[in-house]
């Protein structure tokens, strides 16, 4: 019998606190074609994780990752997404977990991945419906609280606080500079996209460090690649790219 049962896993507060995002998102939104997207990737996300987990032929199979993986996406693409690109988004972010890998664990964040290739390929919308974009602003004091508990429970405040104050102060230089749109940043659904990002993608535990040292310089490198990459293009994948780039000095940095 394991001896942490499942209600107190940091990965059940992160699944407990995403499907209350989910709930709060539909009923202050009234359109449940998120619901049908994220229900779409979920199903796709462990479905997908079961069969390389048997093609691996791996003894030990938790779908708590890919539950995970499934929700986020769901919530962060469009509602208006076609459901066939969500499903090719959440495959290409399952199949980084098992193939992109170091020492039997992921290099990057799967979501993230299969996020910016959905951009990069299919140019697909991304709303960031399930962090409030599209609502009232007093729903990010909600994010907020989701997001203390999550961050609270895998031990990630350094790596949070790096990131989100030199990402803000980066982008306060570039509004005095009149660089890029760096004030949109600041504003629905930049604000809600950033926030929701740092408090439960960029504390990925099996793909981020623990050291609070470590955690520090992966917020940190996150924040300057992410806000350069921002002034240059815009969008909304520059967060994404900010992380992977993250991840993968995280996996050269444990292999010296």
Known sequence: MSTHPWHKKPKSYVIICLVAFLVIA??????IRGSYNVMIALVTAVGMDWICFLLGKRKKWLADGAVITGIIIG?????????YLVVITVIMAILSKHLIVFKKKSVFNPAAFGLLLSILFFQTGQSWWGAFGDLPVWTIGLLLVGGYVVTNRVNKFPQVFAFLSVYFLLLLLMGFM???????????PFINASLFFALFMLTDPPTSPVSNKDQVIFGVLSAIVGVVIYGFFGGLMYLFIGLLISNA??????RK
């Open 26 to 31: 539909e009923v202050l939104s009234s359109d």
């Open 75 to 83: 919530l962060i693409l469009s509602t208006t997404t076609s459901w």
């Open 178 to 188: 009149h660089v890029g749109e760096a004030a949109d940043a600041f504003r629905p």
């Open 249 to 254: 000095y995280h996996v050269v940095r444990s």
